[in-house]
């Protein structure tokens, strides 16, 4: 069956530390990878997409990593900030209409 | 602020009674999309319209309906209503008709089953 998977575990970094998130899917064949940030109580934040044929993506401190041969996405935040704190999603669309979330992980960044 | 408004923001019912909750999607996005999150089950995908007519279908029961209507506001149906549909309910909103491209998510309806 299909699935995306991310940490269940919650990820705890030291301020100014560089934070790394993985989305691993199966029986998939995605067409674009997004990654959203969710703060509690509150709609998904779209942060980047990257498509199939791109491995590589940045935005100011965010990088996303593609690797449709291992069929995982890595999210990175540089310099992380306690602001960063929060849950990040990884989602799935295979060129269709269906955009599939994955569970999230939870990101503290202590002071 | 993402520019998608959803009413209300919290309802409270009780099991067996129906609700409707409604999402104004940003200006000029014609694709609107419904997710239900619980703490147990993550993001679902329910269903999505595009310009009014439905385009995909998720693990919608057959309990809940949605349209969208001339003016693209849309809005979720929910009957019969059971404990387990306590829930928070997002609205998406993105200006395309497929997957590829960011989706708008608005503030969010809590629902409360009791």
């Known amino acids: 069956s299909q699935k995306i998977e991310q940490n269940s575990e919650a990820l705890n970094i030291q301020e100014g530390k560089t934070a790394t998130l993985t989305c691993n899917y199966t029986?998939?064949?995605?067409?674009?990878l997004q990654w959203y940030r969710q703060d509690p109580g509150r709609g998904p934040v779209f942060l980047l997409l990257?498509?199939?044929?791109?491995k590589e993506k940045r935005k100011e401190r965010l990088k996303v990593t593609f690797d449709t041969t291992l069929k995982q996405s890595l999210f990175h935040i540089t310099a992380s900030q306690p602001a960063d704190s929060a849950t990040y999603l990884c989602?799935?669309?295979?060129?269709?209409?269906?955009?599939?979330f994955g569970a999230g992980t939870r990101l503290f960044v202590k002071a | 602020d993402s520019g998608v408004t959803q009413t209300p923001k919290h309802l409270i019912t009780a099991t067996g009674q129906r609700v409707t909750l409604r999402c104004s999607p940003r200006?000029?996005?014609?694709?609107v999309y419904w997710y239900q999150q619980s703490l147990d089950q993550g993001l679902q995908f329910l269903i999505q319209?595009?310009?009014?007519?439905?385009?995909a279908k998720g693990n919608i029961l057959e309990r809940f309906s949605a349209q969208q209507f001339p003016d693209l506001h849309s809005e979720l149906n929910l009957s019969s209503l059971e404990l387990g549909d306590s829930a928070l309910y997002f609205c998406?909103?993105?200006?395309?008709?497929?997957?590829?491209?960011?989706?708008?998510f608005g503030p969010g309806t809590r629902l409360t089953v009791l």
């Open positions: 319209y595009y310009n009014g007519e439905e385009r």
């Open positions: 029986n998939y064949s995605p067409a674009y």
């Open positions: 998406a909103s993105s200006g395309v008709i497929a997957g590829g491209s960011e989706q708008f």
């Open positions: 200006s000029g996005d014609l694709s």
């Open positions: 990257i498509r199939e044929n791109e």
């Open positions: 989602a799935l669309n295979t060129g269709g209409f269906k955009t599939i």
